[in-house]
């Protein structure tokens, strides 16, 4: 009888037992020993010339997720070495590009095979991000240079277990994401921060909406008209890009697949040969302050840009049939007064307030 | 006196138990079907080369392929995932998505099984994806955790940053036919990669290399899921047929393959990887 009765009794004892460590496991998931932290959902403050903005359903942008984003975007702790963070290569004062053709400041040390992009209207940027357009999104793109042993060469565990240490970080990874610090979480932060970053107040944006006291010079207006009819098929719209891939002509032999094929363009990404040697348009905002230019970096200045559309193309079988501009020949006719007028134009899109705006700089 | 009575209620009820279980191991009653009635069930990838079992950078005692080139295997990994499992009458239960995906590492013994849960059941048909499938290759990344968390990914050198895609199966290893130049590997150290992946495209269709498994367990032994034990389902993965399968080719003539065309020839060979040796039950 006693024996049955104990045995009874240690039954009940691991019932009781399982049911709170049941009910405690629920608990911690649930709601944890902290308050549920709800971020402050925030919406972009679109240009009124601008399109209508996505906001990313996977990612809504919040103020605590850009203020991490920005903390992120500068803090050298997300390279191998902690030597280099986002805005080595992005810097706000020439709008987020680097000024170098193809830059070899990596933990490598290597020379990069591209050239860094500037980082300009990224919430529009809703067709792939990289030259060739490899990456889906903001949140996927950050994956790559952080990695990459020639870029940031960071381990994400142990940038993870770095972030880990800084108490400042574990409450805002909290309040953001509600969440531990966590890779995820990490580029999703960057990208909000870089959705922030929106260019559109320029000389020409305000022309454009039509603000009291802005003009255009006839000059910079002979320049608009001639970037909309000869440039604004691939530099389209308000954005001055159509967010596409392009083959313009700036080679014609795609022979070489070096580097899991990085020079041959688009091609690498959908294997398309219909993309080979194609890659991503960028915007003209800003564009005199991004030189050099192309994705290799391989035009030092406007001047030579130009000199290419107009005399310089090679023919491919995926050249862009829009660079045919001059009978049948490849080639776009610029006289020399039109091409004072569409640099003067370019440089009406330069949009200071962009690289001065305190809300993109290195936080305190 | 007490402790005696102890002793025999334990161990009757230990007898008990032990009857139990024996009992429902012979009788082999076939439990009524239900989806919520889950039980363990894994299958076991046991990595082997042609005849021989697969060790690592083994010089000495190099595996050859079909047309006669000697190799040996420094690194293999895959991914396994969206198991599935289907009895005699066609009733198939597909594993749920979360918790079924798999990243297999030669390396590492630990890793060889992929273990779920399935209703309890007689199965008859294995199936599951050798890669990772195009909805979870783009889903919202704080939804790829375990192995497809991109920082446990890079790690494991099983993501392309550059595509934002998985690699699905990687072989690396060395063959003296391996030249030095551009063509071959110009570090000299006569290598050879396969990484294998390209899971459909984003927006516009790309390489698909995703491949779906079905192994028939009719033959080597049907899958008798319970609660009371292990339902383990041994699988060789015979990594010869990386070169000897139905497209058969050199390492000379390909000695890294990775996001290209013919990656496409090397995954359908990699559907005949998979052969069933037995299952344990």
């Given amino acids: 009888m006693s024996s049955v009765d104990a045995y009874q009794r240690f039954t009940a004892m691991l019932l009781l037992f399982g049911s709170l460590a049941t009910f405690s496991c ?34 809504p942008l919040t103020r605590e997720g850009i203020a991490l984003g920005r903390m992120l ?18 810097r706000q004062d020439i709008a987020f590009s680097d000024a170098a053709a193809l830059n070899n400041i990596g933990e490598s040390g290597k ?17 792939g991000l990289f030259w060739d357009g490899g990456s889906t999104n903001l949140e996927s793109q950050a994956f790559g240079p952080l990695t990459s042993a020639d870029e940031m060469h960071q381990n994400l565990t142990l940038l993870e277990a770095e972030l880990k240490q800084v108490p400042a970080y574990v409450q805002q990874f909290k309040s953001a994401f509600n969440s531990e610090v966590k890779s995820a979480a990490i580029v999703k932060a960057l990208a909000q921060f870089e959705r922030t970053l929106i260019s559109g107040n320029s000389r020409y944006d305000r022309y454009s909406r039509k603000e009291s006291g802005t003009s255009l010079t006839t000059e910079e207006l002979l320049g608009l008209s001639l970037v909309k009819s000869k440039c604004g098929s691939c530099h389209a719209g308000e954005l001055f890009t159509d967010n596409g891939y392009h083959n313009n002509g700036i080679d014609n032999d795609f022979t070489n697949d070096v580097l899991e094929r990085i020079l041959m363009g688009r091609l690498r990404i959908t294997n398309n040969p219909a993309d080979l040697g194609k890659f991503k348009t960028p915007t003209l905002r800003n564009v005199m302050l991004t030189a050099p230019y192309m994705h290799d970096g391989r035009f030092k200045n406007i001047d030579e840009v130009l000199a290419h ?20 020949q490849a080639g776009i006719p610029i006289s020399g007064k039109e091409m004072q007028a569409i640099k003067a134009f370019l440089a009406a899109l330069t949009d200071t307030d962009f690289i001065k705006n305190q809300k993109f700089s290195k936080p305190n | 006196m007490k402790t005696l009575k102890n002793i025999f209620c334990l161990s009757s009820i230990s007898l008990l138990l032990l009857s139990i279980s024996s009992c429902a191991k012979k009788s082999d009653v ?147 036919v391996i030249s030095d130049d551009v063509n071959g590997d110009p570090t000299g150290k006569k290598q050879f ?35 009371d034990r292990q339902s383990n389902v041994h699988l060789f993965v015979d990594l010869i047929k990386v070169f000897n399968g139905k497209n058969s080719f050199s390492i000379a003539a390909h000695p890294n393959v990775m996001f290209s065309d013919y990656s496409v020839n090397i995954a359908t060979n990699l559907t005949e990887l998979f052969k069933h040796d037995h299952t344990e039950n």
Wanted: include cysteine.
């Fill in chain 2, 193 to 227: 990669k396969y990484h294998i992946g390209g899971f459909g495209g984003y927006s516009a269709p790309t390489i698909n290399n995703v491949k779906n498994i079905t192994v028939d367990l009719t033959t080597a032994g049907i899958a008798r899921v319970r609660k």
């Fill in chain 2, 30 to 176: 076939t439990p009524e079907y239900q989806e919520d009635n889950l039980a363990p069930f894994s299958v076991e990838f046991d990595n082997i080369v042609g005849e021989k079992t697969l060790s690592f950078n083994n010089a000495t005692s190099p595996y050859t392929n079909a047309v006669g080139e000697k190799f040996t295997v420094s690194l293999v990994q895959y991914f396994i995932s969206n198991i599935k499992v289907s009895k005699a009458d066609g009733t198939t239960y597909t594993v749920k998505q979360d918790s079924s995906y798999f990243l297999i590492k030669g390396a590492d013994r630990a890793t060889r099984f992929a273990k779920v849960k399935v209703p309890e059941g007689d199965y008859t048909k294995l199936t599951f994806t050798l890669g990772v499938d195009s909805l979870r290759s783009t889903m919202d990344i704080s939804k790829r955790t375990g192995v497809l968390d991109p920082a446990g990914g890079m790690e494991d050198g099983m993501y392309w940053g550059w595509n934002s895609g998985y690699i699905f199966f990687k072989m690396e290893g060395s063959s003296s």
């Fill in chain 1, 73 to 90: 975007f500068y803090d050298t702790r997300l390279s191998g070495l902690n030597r280099l963070s986002c805005a080595s290569c992005h």
């Fill in chain 1, 26 to 59: 629920k608990k911690g998931e649930v709601a944890g020993t902290d308050p549920v932290v709800v971020p402050h959902p925030v919406s972009l403050s679109v240009p009124a010339n601008f399109p209508a903005v996505m906001n990313d359903p996977y990612n």
């Fill in chain 1, 309 to 328: 559309y107009q005399n310089n193309i090679k023919v491919s079988p995926t050249t862009d049939a829009l660079l045919f501009q001059n009978g049948r």
């Fill in chain 1, 111 to 127: 020379i990069l095979p591209r050239h860094a992009p500037a980082l300009i209207n990224l919430a529009w940027a809703n067709n």
